[in-house]
């Protein structure tokens, strides 16, 4: 089944705990840092928006890029109520054409773990390579191996709100490193409920696997860190943040 059709609808109250504005303040203090300006910046995998809309109000010409129809709905209803000058498109990041190129690309909330071979990374990793300024940055976490095997594994979560609940049953196949989940949701409507399910795929990946497809690209990777400590990398990383940088041109 396809990913994030009838989830995108309550996909922002599950996600209502997550650190979007810590996501912001990190990402905006290494735009900074790297000196990339307050130009066009690319959201890769951008979902309903929160963190695009996020990074426009600190100043950067957004552009986001998701393949969910549904996600990018609600996406650009936020950006009606902000009045925001996001423009939205609806491309797989495998496939992404842009109308020139941008300062920097970001992709965060593990957008490239959906990515399940690693041609797949390289080829998208080419597109961002071609599509930075010269010297842009790109900027991209991925959840590893060790958080799929060893954290999430093969466990169930539930959680019950009051116009929608969901069950999270998750399995993780060794052999390929590929995390599956099912999602069963319940939505209410009136008053019933309505059932939906999806089942999704992401893969673990090393920080060697990325450094190599970064390289098989032509961009030279810059620096990885804990996406929790942001610090050093270490064997039991969950989450892990990279940066690189534009090569050849």
């Not at 080419?126 to 300024?133: E, P």
């Not at 999270?168 to 060794?174: K, P, R, T, V």
């Not at 064997?235 to 050849?248: K, N, W």
Request: hydrophobic content about 35%; aromatic content about 12%.
């Amino acid at each position: 089944m396809e990913a994030y059709t009838d989830f995108a609808s309550v996909y922002d109250t599950f996600m209502d705990e997550t650190p979007y504005e810590e996501w912001c303040e990190f990402l905006v203090e290494k735009l900074e840092e790297y000196k990339v300006p307050k130009g066009l910046v690319l959201d890769l995998g951008c979902g309903t928006g929160t963190l695009t809309e996020m990074l426009s109000e600190k100043g950067y010409d957004m552009i986001g890029v998701d393949n969910s129809a549904q996600m990018l709905s609600i996406a650009m209803e936020k950006q009606e109520k902000s009045e925001t000058n996001i423009l939205y498109l609806m491309q797989d990041m495998r496939e992404f054409e842009l109308y020139g190129t941008v300062g920097a690309v970001i992709s965060v909330c593990d957008s490239l773990n959906y990515l399940l071979e690693e041609e797949d990374l390289v080829e998208t990793f080419r597109l961002v390579n071609n599509y930075l300024d010269p010297k842009g940055i790109f900027i991209f976490d991925f959840n590893t191996v060790y958080k799929y095997s060893q954290v999430i594994g093969d466990t169930t979560i539930a959680e019950n709100r009051e116009d929608c609940s969901f069950i999270w049953e998750n399995y993780y196949h060794e052999e390929e490193e590929i995390n599956e989940y099912d999602l069963t949701i319940f939505v209410k409507e009136e008053e019933l409920f309505r059932k939906f399910q999806e089942n999704h795929f992401q893969r673990g990946y090393r920080l060697e696997q990325m450094k190599k497809a970064l390289a098989q690209a032509g961009m030279e990777f810059v620096i990885a860190m804990d996406a929790d400590t942001h610090e050093g990398v270490t064997a039991e990383s969950e989450r892990i943040y990279c940066i690189a940088r534009e090569s050849g041109k």
